[in-house]
């Protein structure tokens, strides 16, 4: 798995390695030692959406002490994902990133906790976890 960081350093990209042939494809979404290397931490809750086109989720964040980081994939359709920091203080506060995230690319964004969250259905539909 390839870590790509943002141009705010703490969101990170993943960019799974894809076995592909006849019958489909395989890849790892998580493992919790190449995680800990990237120095993230270890994920306790998974959540499911689906939506259609255009829906717009978000920008959703928890305070402390329940602030929580999110590890976010498009299992089916596209979505644009985004993360704005809302940590006062931090030098990168109220900048923003965002990516494409779908089933045909694979990829997953690390959202850490002090991050709003949210994303917009590019797809007809889209399941995201």
């Not at 489909?24 to 919790?32: D, I, P, S």
């Not at 939506?51 to 596209?78: D, M, W, Y």
């Not at 985004?82 to 990168?92: E, F, K, L, Q």
Request: proline fraction near 6%; glycine fraction near 8%.
């Amino acid at each position: 798995m390839e870590f790509v960081r943002t141009d705010i350093p703490e969101v990170v990209l993943f960019i799974p390695k894809v076995f592909d042939d006849y019958r489909g494809f395989f890849l790892e979404t998580y493992r919790l030692s190449e995680f800990a290397e990237a120095g993230l931490p270890p994920f306790v809750q998974t959540n499911h959406s689906h939506s259609t086109r255009n829906v717009l989720r978000g920008l959703h964040f928890q305070k402390q002490p329940a602030a929580q980081g999110k590890l976010v994939t498009a299992i089916c359709g596209e979505i644009f994902d985004v993360a704005v920091d809302i940590r006062i203080g931090s030098p990168t506060f109220g900048q923003w990133v965002g990516e494409l995230l779908s089933a045909q690319n694979h990829r997953l964004l690390y959202i850490p906790p002090g991050f709003a969250h949210g994303f917009c259905v590019l797809s007809e539909l889209a399941d995201v976890v």
